[in-house]
């Protein structure tokens, strides 16, 4: 059964800093492509951030460039997300995903094979 469980949200003010975590179990977490999505309060799903499958080719979207970045551990089956700068725009349910096309194609297409539950961030000003 393929899991993917996001841990290390949690509540900061302006400015503060967070590292997401994501485990993977039941796939070969090393031949997969990991992204980062979010969905802020009454707002659709929005893509953040992508590693390819040995991480050495990452991806941002234009809102978190330079204060977002996304590892991985392939020998602990391991995605990170460490968020620094944080904003209040940034308050949103943080999941990650295995696979889809937004590496290279286009990022909105969300076209994920696997997804997590989230873990929530809150950012207050």
């Known amino acids: 059964e393929v899991q993917l469980v996001e841990s290390g949200g949690g509540s900061v003010q302006t400015g503060g800093s967070l590292r997401l975590s994501c485990a993977a179990s039941g796939f070969t977490f090393s031949s997969w492509t990991m992204n980062w999505v979010r969905r802020a309060p009454g707002k659709g799903l929005e893509w953040v951030s992508t590693i390819s499958a040995g991480g050495g080719i990452t991806r941002y979207a234009d809102s978190v460039k330079g204060r977002f970045t996304i590892a991985r551990d392939n020998a602990k089956n391991t995605l990170y997300l460490q968020m620094n700068s944080l904003e209040p725009e940034d308050t949103a349910m943080f999941s990650c995903?295995?696979?889809?096309?937004?590496?290279?194609?286009?990022?909105?297409?969300?076209?994920?094979?696997?997804w997590g539950q989230g873990t929530q961030v809150t950012v207050s000003s």
């Open positions: 995903a295995a696979g889809g096309s937004s590496l290279f194609g286009d990022p909105s297409s969300l076209d994920y094979s696997y």
